[in-house]
């Protein structure tokens, strides 16, 4: 099994900075895609931001010029910095691995960005 498990959420003023860390364990498969996603209540989780093994990324578009995701393949740990925050960015932000072996989450880390 892999484990998933985040650190770095909390309360931030608009305009401020947070970086999220995501560290995976467990049996992993080398080729995967390491991912942010983020949730607030009544709506679907969304992709902010992934990185495969390779290091190609992808951004939502509301985030992208803000956001940069980088990992350390050595260290299965995958990160999120979040710069010029705004309100709209506050929601639970989860990790996900997504590998041959399957499709893996961590328990999710709440961001609040207050105006």
């Known amino acids: 099994q892999v484990q998933l498990v985040e650190s770095g959420g909390g309360l931030v003023q608009a305009g401020g900075s947070l970086r999220l860390s995501c560290a995976a364990s467990?049996?992993?498969?080398?080729?995967?895609?390491m991912g942010w996603y983020r949730q607030v209540p009544g709506n679907a989780r969304e992709l902010v931001a992934a990185?495969?093994?390779?290091?190609?990324?992808n951004y939502a578009d509301s985030v992208k010029g803000r956001f940069t995701i980088s990992r350390d393949n050595a260290k299965n740990t995958v990160y999120l910095q979040m710069n010029s925050l705004k309100p709209e960015d506050t929601a639970v932000y989860y990790c996900?691995?997504?590998?041959?072996?399957?499709?893996?989450w961590g328990q999710g880390t709440q961001v609040t960005v207050s105006s």
């Open positions: 467990g049996r992993i498969f080398s080729i995967n895609t």
């Open positions: 996900r691995l997504q590998a041959a072996t399957g499709r893996y």
């Open positions: 990185i495969t093994s390779g290091g190609s990324r």
